[in-house]
């Protein structure tokens, strides 16, 4: 008796169709432990403004006076410089319409560039928070080991202080763009009916945990499909700088580079107030319905006070930027967020959108959970894969009431008996 081969299903793929679900198998496992690092930090990065807040509350809100007038930014500056021991400088400084925010003093100097590790490529990073009516330090952080500034960075470069980490996350992503699209075709119902509506829209959260796992996998990464994507379009345009050059020319629709305006102070001219005072108070007149004014000292030389008026309470897109000699406090400059075109808009947009402060905080919640949803889609397609390794083959004979018939003396029947109804 010879044995019946097994039952071979027909498929009706085109062969691209097989290359990309091929690639699709096997880019998502050699990507997979990259694409659930960034969709875990990522998730974890989110609201990190909203719990350092809630934890560190009474030094980030402070109390209004009856009359609230701030102190002198000089004076608030010295105070914070000496909570660092006098020996780190102000770099920059983040004041605030809202009454009741402290403002924030941040001090950063880059250590070894070719340490390999992230620890040691930068010197010291701080934080001082200070009330801007009564001159107090409400807090200093170290932000070189602050938890949110660490996840920050693990996302960025996974710690590392080399080209090869950005190479890295940068290509992962890349095929992440792959595989979400693809996965988007592997998706597509045929038809809509009824079942396979329910198969292609809804998780079948009572059936077996194989199914519910298949259904995340692919209900689930549909739904996010479209915001995933935005998050790692806006991550490759960080990773390379030839995709950020496209995104600049197709936004801009033009390879010119945007135009740099050098403006120089003049130590010739120098007054008996405080330069720094009078600027940022310019800045306060002239930013009258901006919610935050963020002030870069100048450094010596010819460099130039630099005050900028963002446009909402979070995000960094849209702002215009002032230019005061340091000597004199005179105002030299002022840049537009209307003078830029559609390729500095766009890229100015980046962070904001890669974080989903664009649409505030319905915004930061999708990006919350198509992140969270991102992280596991490696971990249920690395299981649905496991699944299908694991399938029981099929046996080579069937039990059939015509063909097999388990009795001692049928077995020796004519083998034609058998031949009628093989499977072919």
């Known amino acids: ?53 809630l934890i560190h509350r009474k030094a980030y809100f402070v109390d209004v006076p009856s009359n609230p007038k701030t102190l002198p930014l000089s004076l608030l500056q010295t105070n914070a410089e000496k909570a660092l021991g006098n020996k780190k400088k102000i770099g920059f400084i983040s004041t605030y319409r809202m009454p009741e925010r402290a403002w924030e003093f941040s001090t950063y100097k880059a250590g070894n560039p070719k340490a390999f590790w992230y620890f040691d490529s930068v010197d010291y990073y701080d934080l001082v928070l200070v009330n801007p009516y009564t001159g107090k ?52 119902p045929k038809n809509l009916k009824k079942s396979n509506f329910d198969k292609s829209f809804k998780v079948k959260w009572k059936a077996k945990f194989k199914r519910i796992n298949y259904d995340m996998h692919n209900v689930l990464g549909f739904y996010v499909m479209i915001i995933c994507l935005m998050l790692a379009l806006t991550g490759l345009v960080w990773a390379f700088q030839w995709f950020q050059q496209i995104v600049y020319v197709v936004a801009a629709g033009t390879t010119a580079p945007p135009k740099v305006v050098e403006i120089k102070s003049d130590s010739t001219k120098t007054i008996k107030a405080v330069p720094f005072d009078i600027a940022f108070d310019q800045a306060k007149n002239i930013f009258k319905n901006e919610d935050r004014i963020g002030v870069s000292p100048a450094g010596g030389g010819t460099a130039t006070i630099n005050a900028t008026g963002y446009r909402g309470e979070e995000t960094y897109w849209d702002y215009d930027i002032l230019q005061f000699d340091q000597y004199s406090g005179k105002l030299l400059h002022r840049t537009n967020q209307s003078e830029k075109n559609g ?82």
């Open 1 to 53: 008796m010879s044995p019946t081969k097994p039952v071979q299903k027909k498929t009706n793929k085109s062969q691209i169709r097989r290359i990309s679900d091929w690639l699709h198998l096997w880019l998502g496992i050699a990507s997979g432990l990259i694409v659930l690092m960034l969709g875990v930090t990522g998730c974890m990065y989110v609201f990190q403004k909203e719990i350092t807040e």
């Open 137 to 188: 330090v409400t807090l200093v952080a170290d932000y070189k080991y602050e938890f949110f500034s660490v996840v920050k960075m693990i996302h960025w470069s996974l710690l590392i202080n080399h080209p090869i980490a950005q190479q890295l996350i940068g290509w992962s992503t890349f095929i992440f763009v792959f595989l979400l699209i693809s996965g988007m075709v592997m998706w597509w």
């Open 343 to 424: 390729g500095e808009t766009l890229i100015g947009m980046n962070y904001d959108i890669h974080v989903g402060a664009i649409l505030g905080l319905p915004g930061k919640i999708m990006a919350f959970f198509a992140s969270l949803i991102a992280a596991s889609l490696p971990i249920t397609g690395f299981i649905i894969w496991l699944g299908k390794g694991k399938k029981k083959k099929i046996p080579q004979r069937r039990k059939n009431k015509h063909t097999l018939i388990h009795n001692k003396h049928e077995i020796f029947k004519p083998n034609f008996s058998i031949n009628r109804f093989n499977y072919p």
